[in-house]
């Protein structure tokens, strides 16, 4: 799921991608909200509240928001940077590094969190924004902007609109095509739901807290060794085939 790019890359493909990256997109949410009371994985209420400080000329609490944005940003910038940097290189999958990366910051902000018990929330909300436009990036890019996972006001908006067309067969003929995104749409966020419900019971119900973070590093990094050993078992059975 993470390999296939271009005409190679199918529906279930996405489906695969779309079903892990949302339930660790709700984990990081929920996490996020619960350690710190601030959205970690979209900036639109970011950016109302930057709008409402400067208006009141709270500009310092203003440019806090303003971070938030930009980090969000930057990491969507460096995880196009990577991509694009590497893409050349055919022995290299390059979704694995800004994956990676994305389980770097997950894992260093639970280490984070717990040496210095939520002095430095700021830190912590720019980290997970980080991370997050990492994986909106790059999960953009390698399904050519058909899978977002990190919010969700743009899934119900596209989910409202085709299931709009489904009452217009004459105008959409291709109804197959139509419920299979509307099947990916609703599977994002079915699984964002159960990611968010997941880490609000770890966090509170079982007392994990921020630890609750390290949960989704490890779905992300089982989902990598997933990947890559389904690729080298697939291209083992085609060395054999040859072979005979």
């Not at 930057?74 to 991509?83: D, H, K, L």
């Not at 991370?131 to 909106?136: D, E, F, K, S, T």
């Not at 968010?196 to 989704?216: D, E, M, R, V």
């Amino acid at each position: 799921m993470f390999r296939h790019q271009g005409k190679a890359r199918t529906f279930k493909h996405n489906l695969q991608i779309a079903t892990v990256l949302s339930f660790v997109a709700g984990i990081v949410n929920v996490t996020g909200f619960l350690a710190i009371q601030q959205l970690t994985t979209n900036v639109t209420g970011h950016f109302a509240l930057l709008i409402f400080d400067f208006e009141n000329f709270q500009f310092w609490t203003g440019i806090t928001y303003l971070l938030y944005i930009l980090s969000f940003l930057f990491g969507s910038f460096v995880s196009g940077f990577m991509i694009e940097k590497y893409k050349t290189n055919k022995r290299l999958n390059v979704f694995v590094l800004p994956t990676l990366v994305e389980v770097f910051m997950l894992v260093a902000v639970t280490i984070f969190y717990n040496l210095t018990a939520v002095n430095y929330p700021h830190i912590i909300a720019c980290s997970l924004l980080f991370a997050m436009g990492l994986q909106n990036s790059f999960v953009t890019k390698i399904s050519n902007a058909v899978v977002r996972t990190t919010h969700l006001t743009g899934l119900f908006t596209d989910l409202g609109i085709e299931l709009s067309q489904l009452f217009f067969p004459e105008m959409h003929p291709h109804k197959h095509k139509t419920l299979a995104t509307i099947k990916l749409r609703i599977y994002i966020i079915l699984f964002f739901f159960l990611g968010g419900i997941t880490a609000g019971f770890l966090y509170s119900g079982l007392n994990f807290k921020a630890n609750t973070l390290l949960l989704a590093a490890l779905i992300l990094l089982g989902s990598l060794f997933y990947d890559d050993f389904r690729f080298q078992l697939i291209r083992a059975k085609r060395k054999r085939k040859q072979a005979r």
